[in-house]
């Protein structure tokens, strides 16, 4: 039985591998937004809006365990698909809250706490690499994180850091960008609606078995390492 905490798992990927966990009758314990939709005794659930930065060490103080086997930041969000120069600079800050520096927090406050994590996955993405069109601020803030696993690794010493893009998975986010993006304007688009609702893009709780089957690979990989579940 392993210890595992999650962020983000209400929805999307999160829930997925909640659900799997609790399955192998992990013990879970988790932060996002709202209610996670799941009831087990094995869950330990927090209610926490990550872009109220001041307000998260409070909620781990109250939720986390002394030692970890697996961590998973995985809360994030996409924001518009627009030009840059069409984002509003709150719409920056608001993404970089939740997709950079709320995971900042918890990780200093993991340090600072002395809490034992063997292993930490920041969920990244292909786009933190890409640079594609029309991304912008998800660009930018998964690039920072992936910079960011890289200098925490240097700080964890005992934990193994992996910035880790998951692949397609059909979430709101593929909703969003699958039915209501100009893919001639956002030509990148286009090969995300090819693969929207095909096997090419799994449901969360398919895409939750592979994932967490891939975790053990990253550990072949320096920590601090940038890893796509397409190159396991």
């Not at 997925?16 to 966990?21: E, H, N, Q, S």
């Not at 918890?106 to 933190?128: E, H, P, R, Y």
């Not at 709780?205 to 320096?222: E, G, Q, R």
Request: hydrophobic share 40%; charged share 20%; glycine share 6%.
């Amino acid at each position: 039985m392993a210890t595992i905490f999650i962020t983000g798992n209400s929805n999307g990927l999160g829930l997925g591998l909640t659900r799997l966990y609790l399955d192998q009758a992990n013990q879970v314990y988790s932060l996002s937004r709202s209610e996670c939709p799941l009831e087990h005794s094995n869950l330990h659930h927090g209610i926490q809006d990550l872009s109220q930065l001041d307000e998260i060490e409070s909620s781990l103080q109250s939720l986390l365990p002394a030692s970890l086997d697996l961590v998973i930041l995985n809360a994030g969000i996409l924001g518009k698909i627009e030009d840059l120069v069409d984002t509003s600079m709150q719409d920056v800050k608001n993404i970089m809250d939740i997709n950079v520096w709320s995971n900042k927090a918890i990780i200093d406050w993991l340090i600072k706490n002395n809490i034992k994590v063997k292993q930490l996955i920041l969920v990244s993405s292909g786009a933190s690499i890409s640079g594609n069109r029309g991304w912008g601020t998800y660009s930018i803030s998964k690039a920072s994180l992936n910079m960011m696993a890289e200098l925490y690794a240097h700080e964890m010493s005992d934990t193994h850091i992996t910035a880790y893009a998951p692949g397609l998975i059909h979430t709101k986010l593929q909703d969003y960008a699958c039915n209501e993006v100009d893919t001639n304007k956002y030509p990148s688009i286009t090969n995300l609606v090819k693969a929207y609702k095909t096997e090419l893009m799994p449901d969360i709780d398919t895409a939750a078995k592979l994932i967490s089957l891939s975790f053990n690979k990253c550990l072949k990989f320096d920590s601090g390492s940038f890893v796509d579940i397409r190159q396991l």
